[in-house]
């Protein structure tokens, strides 16, 4: 029997019965079967007691799914790591991920507007013995990068970026990190594939959130695609992630 466009939709946003029910996979049983055998046996304590801290949160669909924090740890482990930017914190997951694969000494200069959510996290991540290294600003992010580029020391100087906050202004943030990051560091972008929308017909079945921001995020998928300043790789991992290594 084939589904109505309709039932495909509904089907697909159902979501899975996990957090990290924001993966692209199909298969409930298949996103399953890699947190339990590959995410969850390697998931730092501190991490499991936040995620599921976070799951009782209202707002828990704006948290980053285990395994993409997984993924962010590894990808700062490989590049050495040491200067890190986040914008869009919520309460803290992949925060708590980074500061975990930092070396002692590293530092994560940390952005939201909502302290309150960073704040439920907080007892989380001192536990961990890593808030020293969170340097967290609360408010609007363009602001405070526009004060960051305005001081020359403050360019290429960041090894690795971290973008999840609001979609209508990733591009303003990419005009603005891409001079932030130094040459061979990494910007990543979350939610590039928002939901799969970036496929769906004009006339799919979308949540007014998912439709609102659509236009936005296939924007600034076409901007990196064009941007010779950086190479691309965008991996369905959560909601789509977009990594961006500067070279020039």
Same mark, same amino acid.
């Given at each position: 029997?084939? &589904?109505?466009?309709?039932?495909?939709?509904?089907?697909?946003?159902?979501?899975?019965?996990?957090?990290?029910?924001?993966?692209? /996979?199909?298969?409930?049983?298949?996103?399953?079967?890699?947190?339990?055998?590959?995410?969850?046996?390697?998931?730092? !304590?501190?991490?499991?007691?936040?995620? !599921?801290? =976070?799951?009782?949160?209202?707002?828990?669909?704006?948290? =980053? %799914?285990?395994? !993409?924090?997984?993924? $962010?740890?590894?990808?700062?482990?490989?590049? #050495?790591? @040491? #200067?890190?930017?986040?914008?869009?914190?919520?309460?803290?997951?992949?925060? /708590?991920?980074?500061?975990?694969? /930092?070396?002692?000494?590293?530092?994560?200069?940390? &952005?939201?507007?909502?302290?309150?959510?960073?704040?439920?996290?907080?007892?989380?991540?001192?536990?961990?013995?890593?808030?020293?290294?969170?340097?967290?600003?609360?408010? %609007?992010?363009?602001?405070? $990068?526009?004060?960051? +580029?305005?001081?020359?020391?403050?360019?290429?100087?960041?090894?690795?970026?971290?973008?999840?906050?609001?979609?209508? #202004?990733?591009? *303003?943030?990419?005009?603005?990190?891409? !001079?932030?990051?130094?040459?061979?560091?990494?910007?990543?972008?979350?939610? =590039?594939?928002? #939901?799969?929308?970036?496929?769906?017909?004009?006339?799919? %079945?979308? &949540?007014?959130? +998912?439709?609102?921001?659509?236009?936005?995020?296939?924007?600034? *998928? @076409?901007?990196?695609?064009?941007?010779?300043?950086?190479?691309?790789?965008?991996?369905?991992?959560?909601?789509? +992630?977009?990594?961006?290594?500067? +070279?020039?």
């Amino acid at each position: 029997m084939t &589904m109505t466009k309709e039932e495909q939709q509904q089907n697909h946003i159902a979501g899975h019965k996990e957090q990290g029910h924001k993966s692209l /996979l199909q298969s409930d049983a298949l996103y399953q079967y890699i947190l339990e055998t590959s995410v969850y046996p390697r998931e730092h !304590e501190s991490l499991k007691e936040l995620r !599921e801290l =976070t799951q009782k949160h209202p707002w828990n669909l704006m948290a =980053t %799914p285990a395994d !993409e924090g997984q993924l $962010l740890g590894m990808l700062l482990k490989l590049i #050495n790591a @040491k #200067n890190t930017m986040e914008i869009g914190v919520y309460t803290g997951y992949s925060l /708590l991920s980074t500061a975990l694969a /930092l070396p002692p000494h590293g530092k994560i200069l940390a &952005m939201d507007v909502n302290r309150q959510y960073y704040e439920l996290g907080l007892p989380v991540i001192q536990k961990a013995g890593v808030a020293h290294k969170i340097d967290f600003r609360e408010g %609007p992010a363009l602001s405070l $990068l526009d004060q960051l +580029i305005k001081q020359e020391k403050n360019k290429g100087t960041f090894d690795f970026i971290f973008v999840d906050a609001d979609k209508d #202004n990733y591009l *303003n943030y990419h005009k603005r990190v891409i !001079e932030l990051v130094k040459v061979g560091g990494l910007i990543g972008y979350d939610n =590039t594939l928002w #939901n799969g929308s970036v496929v769906a017909p004009p006339d799919a %079945p979308l &949540m007014n959130y +998912i439709r609102h921001y659509r236009h936005f995020v296939m924007e600034l *998928n @076409k901007a990196l695609a064009l941007d010779s300043r950086v190479e691309i790789c965008q991996l369905p991992v959560g909601d789509g +992630i977009t990594l961006c290594r500067r +070279i020039i």
